[in-house]
């Protein structure tokens, strides 16, 4: 049975709302809740019971996403929108893991499914994985000095992005999942606005890592694959490993 499902997903630049009903998926650009629709939002940041906690990109602190976005809610689910993309793009392959996900858009976030579930989230942007200043002496919009968004965000990118910059930001995205141990095994994908309007980048990355990386698997205008994983983590909602 197909459950009826409005999949909400905030970006740092736009919101698009994914329609899931009668074996049917429609999308729509801004934050959407048909009344015959269960609602489930993916958004950047750190997420606990249904509230936004910290999102920097967003400048939300202690938010309820439904009322910051006008919808009637509840919702049903509020998730990582990094961790609902991973959980997406495995669903999209058809696989359970293992799988690396690193989201390259207006920030950065990332996510490892093994299993189907979510091992580890919250990854990569932000100066939590004990890298020191390896990217750097910028302080980010998080408040921390040297996290990889310093240098691989789109807030913090130049436009365009000459041959240089992008061989640098390679650099920078493989060497933060070679430094992470979960990371090193399962296919890496790389999404984003970022990595779809660059998609040398991929290719760079690749060089770097010697492994298998991939483009994401979402559907033509879909903004990631968040909004298939938030449906996989609502018809089972046990994403995280215990």
Not at 114 to 134: C, K, P, S, T, W
Not at 197 to 208: A, C, E, F, G, H
Request: aromatic share 6%; proline share 5%.
């Amino acid at each position: 049975m197909h459950i009826p499902l409005a999949c909400v997903e905030v970006g740092g630049g736009s919101i698009q709302t994914v329609l899931f009903r009668n074996g049917s998926v429609e999308m729509r650009e801004g934050a959407h809740h048909p009344p015959d629709t269960t609602l489930a939002i993916a958004v950047p940041g750190i997420i606990g019971e249904g509230v936004v906690t910290e999102a920097t990109n967003l400048g939300w602190r202690n938010t309820d996403p439904v009322t910051e976005l006008g919808l009637r809610g509840p919702a049903a689910v509020v998730i990582n929108d990094a961790e609902a993309a991973a959980l997406g793009e495995a669903a999209l392959r058809g696989i359970t893991g293992p799988l690396v996900y690193i989201g390259i858009g207006t920030g950065i976030g990332g996510a490892v499914v093994r299993d189907g579930r979510v091992v580890r989230g919250n990854l990569f942007g932000h100066n939590a994985l004990g890298y020191g200043n390896e990217f750097g002496s910028t302080r980010c919009r998080c408040g921390r000095i040297g996290c990889l968004e310093t240098v691989a965000a789109g807030w913090a990118l130049p436009d365009p992005i000459d041959a240089a910059r992008f061989a640098y930001l390679a650099s920078c995205v493989s060497g933060a999942i070679d430094r992470l141990a979960l990371a090193q095994d399962g296919v890496v994908v790389i999404g984003g606005g970022i990595a779809r309007r660059y998609p040398v980048l991929i290719d760079l990355v690749t060089s770097r890592l010697r492994r298998d990386v991939e483009s994401s698997a979402a559907p033509d205008g879909a903004k990631s694959a968040a909004a298939w994983g938030v449906r996989a983590y609502y018809s089972k909602p046990t994403p995280h490993a215990q």
